[in-house]
């Protein structure tokens, strides 16, 4: 976990391991880090939540910091650069661009709008409450927290595999401006510029805005001259701070971002067909070769239009010399239109030309809380979250082998359809937490947070090719032998093959299918903090934390696709050790930790009789993931920081039989699970040499090495039938190393710096998808070498 590292907030250094207790939950996070200033140091981070400031080492929950000039330095610009940099953090592309994370081997790979991620991402402290809406949040940032374990049980949404905290840079005390513009391959063109500073005596405010341009790097295998992937993004932030007195303080946060960026295309590596009649140009098409340029996509159809904006409002209210009443109001609008290529070919065999949607979420936390002077400190409070999310997408597949299937054999060439979810959230949630020193040396912690949360749901899918042939018309005159008449457009297809009615559609009708799922559970955590030494801490910690179910967004021809899923839970078992060493220039950390894992969400499959494979969501009832972390930050001396970070998770899916992504019926149980790389490897080095005057020099390198893993339960068997272009599991994700390098001069007191940089600059072929689209089996690759210059400047 190189994100550990505590010599990283130095100007040349990788990153910091910080350590915070329950009351450092992020969305309660006030923390400022920063650095001592004795020689040798290795710099030390100072943790503050509810106005507690602590030493990193003095208590006991392990949290990822990466500084705001780490993030520049290493060119981290999303969440996709940061998970490269943090091992045991995982990210996953997928078809319509969204993001997601597992940490730990804590994940859920499900891309609709309404799915609830289980690494819960924060914006100075208010959560991003799905994943499409944090994109576009890393920029002008004090520094980035990844806590790892089940989170949620005092602030935020629950979570089972961690959180990630943005906090953003905040207005500054005196007038202060700044910015950086870079230039890169692919004419990769990043310029951000910022002012700060005060406007009245008890006013002053931080505006910043950032751009992101690049040309197309995917290149079509079938038509050499076509291109896609270009980058055009624009991002703002408001940040203003009003302190109309010493007990009151307000803090708004309005910030937003529009994406009109191609949507990656995957590359196809398998034919896997679900239906006995074939598209000559499907049994032509050639494979993508082993090259991360290389893809294919129908012309036009990658795209993208989207927009979000949050407003977040902080109010800090001193009640008494030891007594602070906080609220925390947020609120998100997201807007989506886009088109994603689906199945890594210029045919139309499973195309999205049109994914539209819309998220609308506010989210309320009040809390109280005590001071840091007593052996006896508490907080107590409690939030809720009303969510509403939209979709709506169209599936083009005239290309398909059950479009040429059913036209052959009952003159239904099906071509188009469109289906929708539409669905509300309400979670309301308590928690408290105490801590309670019974010596200098020895503190208990105890937190509990309860949830109840509802979800409804109203879900559909209409056609919308010919209303006589077409898809609805093959319902109702084949699947439904015409004892509902003849279809008429608009009307919803899928059939009710549960044995009660839902939502007043009948057995064996067609209809909407519409649903409530209510839910409601405890987390909880308990620990002890132990000071062997002022500069030596032992903790363990036990707990429970939940991710709530939820609906699926799929193209169903039954009522079983829409089904939920349930809630799933990660009791966590953890202990550890953080050392500071050798007159502060060696820091040492160690973790193992144990989860029970149940429950486990899961997209998966059911094969349909006369569709072949479709998508489900469904639940894992067991699973186990065990594993130890070790990490060491050396600083012999000013000019040279080294940090290293080993991590090895065992992962085991205990009990499931079912069929997997892959469409592989059988039991997979024993089997590793998905996106969780057995090894992790970071290593990261800074060296800065003087050069005369007030100029100085820096150099820097990281390597971070996976090992293999897989991207569907049992991954390491083919489905039968299959045709690839190379050998082996054809949904093994290969093990990659990735080296970044970095070189520059500045000047000593930070008014400029100009650098030169490099990502993946072994130019390492690598993917972190495969997944099954209809006939095909595809992958999405991360990007080739990437180089270029950076000039930032500060007034």
Not at 43 to 68: C, F, M, P, W, Y
Not at 669 to 674: D, R
Not at 745 to 761: A, C, E, L, P, T
Request: glycine fraction near 10%.
């Amino acid at each position: 976990m190189i994100g550990v590292a505590l010599g990283s907030l130095a100007a040349g250094t990788a990153h910091a391991h910080t350590a915070a207790d329950d009351t450092a939950a992020p969305a309660a996070q006030t923390e400022t880090a920063g650095t001592s200033g004795a020689a040798g140091d290795t710099g030390e981070i100072i943790v503050t939540a509810n106005k507690r400031e602590q030493r990193l080492n003095d208590v006991g929950i392990t949290v990822a910091v990466v500084s705001g000039d780490d993030l520049k330095d290493r060119q981290i610009v999303n969440l996709q650069d940061l998970a490269q940099s943090v091992p045991g953090l995982t990210y996953t592309n997928t078809a319509n661009g969204t993001p997601v994370y597992t940490l730990r081997g804590v994940g859920f790979n499900e891309s609709s709008l309404a799915s609830y991620p289980t690494v819960s991402v924060y914006l100075d402290q208010a959560p991003l409450v799905f994943g499409v809406l944090t994109r576009h949040s890393a920029y002008d940032l004090e520094r980035v927290e990844v806590l790892k374990g089940p989170q949620g049980t005092l602030f935020g949404q629950n979570s089972t595999g961690g959180a990630i905290n943005y906090v953003a840079a905040q207005p500054t005390d005196t007038l202060t401006a700044g910015g950086s513009i870079s230039y890169g391959r692919f004419n990769q063109v990043i310029g951000e510029a910022y002012v700060s500073g005060p406007l009245s005596d008890t006013l002053k405010a931080r505006i910043v805005g950032r751009i992101e341009r690049a040309d197309d790097w995917q290149i079509s295998n079938s038509r050499p001259n076509d291109r896609n992937g270009k980058t055009q993004n624009y991002m703002a932030r408001v940040i203003v701070d009003f302190e109309p007195s010493d007990a009151i303080r307000f803090n708004l946060n309005v910030n937003g971002w529009k994406d009109e960026s191609d949507t990656q295309a995957p590359q196809f590596i398998g034919r896997s067909p679900q239906n006995p009649v074939l598209a000559p140009e499907f049994l032509n098409a050639r494979f993508s070769p082993d090259n991360a340029r290389i893809a294919d996509w129908t012309p036009g159809t990658p795209f993208s239009d989207n927009r979000m904006l949050q407003a977040v409002l902080r109010a800090d209210i001193d009640l008494s010399s030891d007594i602070t009443l906080t609220s925390l109001t947020g609120y998100v609008d997201y807007k989506q239109r886009q088109g994603n290529e689906g199945e890594g070919l210029p045919l139309a065999a499973y195309d999205i030309p049109s994914d539209i949607g819309q998220i609308k979420s506010f989210t309320q936390e009040l809390r109280l809380s005590n001071g840091a002077d007593g052996p006896f400190r508490w907080v107590i409070g409690g939030n809720l979250e009303h969510s509403s999310v939209d979709q709506l997408l169209t599936l083009y597949y005239p290309d398909s082998s059950i479009s040429r299937t059913l036209g052959v054999a009952f003159g239904y060439p099906i071509t188009e359809l469109d289906y929708n979810s539409n669905q509300k959230m309400r979670n309301y949630a308590g928690f408290a937490n105490v801590e309670y020193d019974f010596t200098e040396q020895l503190t208990l912690k105890v937190g509990g947070r309860y949830t109840s949360a509802k979800t409804s749901v109203d879900a559909c899918s209409v056609a919308t090719d010919s209303p006589t042939n077409g898809t609805g018309a093959f319902f109702f005159d084949i699947l439904l032998g015409g004892a509902f008449g003849a279809y008429r457009p608009g009307l919803c297809y899928p059939i009710n093959d549960q044995p009660v009615a839902v939502g007043g559609v009948a057995p064996g009708a067609p209809g909407a299918y519409t649903g409530t799922l209510k839910e409601d559970n405890i987390s909880w955590r308990v620990g002890l903090d132990y000071k062997v030494t002022p500069d030596v801490l032992l903790y363990v910690n036990v707990g429970r934390g939940y991710k709530g179910g939820g609906y699926p967004a799929v193209s169903a021809s039954t009522f079983t696709q829409y089904l939920p899923y349930r809630q799933e839970s990660v009791l966590a078992y953890e202990g550890g050790i953080k050392a500071t060493l050798l007159d502060r220039t060696l820091q040492l950390n160690a973790a193992g930790f144990y989860y029970d894992y149940s429950d486990k969400q899961l997209r998966a499959r059911i094969i349909d009789p006369v569709f072949g494979r479709l998508e489900i969501l469904q639940n894992v009832p067991k699973s186990t993931i065990k594993g130890f972390e070790l990490e060491m930050t050396a600083r012999p001396s000013r000019q040279l920081t080294v940090s290293a970070a080993f991590t090895y998770i065992d992962s085991s899916i205990d009990e499931f039989i079912g069929i997997n992504g892959a469409g592989l019926q059988g039991d997979f149980s024993g089997t590793p699970i998905p996106f969780t790389p057995k090894y992790q490897v970071g290593v990261n080095a800074d060296y800065s040499v003087p050069l005369g005057g007030s100029l100085e020099g820096f150099f820097g390198a990281g390597i971070n090495y996976r090992s293999d893993t897989s991207a569907v339960i049992g991954g390491d068997v083919n489905p039968p039938g299959l045709e690839q272009s190379g050998s082996g599991p054809i949904y093994k994700i290969d093990d990659y190393a990735l080296v970044d390098l970095r070189a520059g001069v500045k000047v000593d007191d930070g008014r400029w710096q100009i650098s030169v940089f490099g990502k993946n600059v072994l130019n390492e072929f690598y993917w972190n998808n495969v997944s099954a689209a209809q006939d095909s089996v595809i992958r999405y690759t991360g990007q080739p070498a990437t180089y270029g210059v950076e000039l930032r400047f500060r007034m």
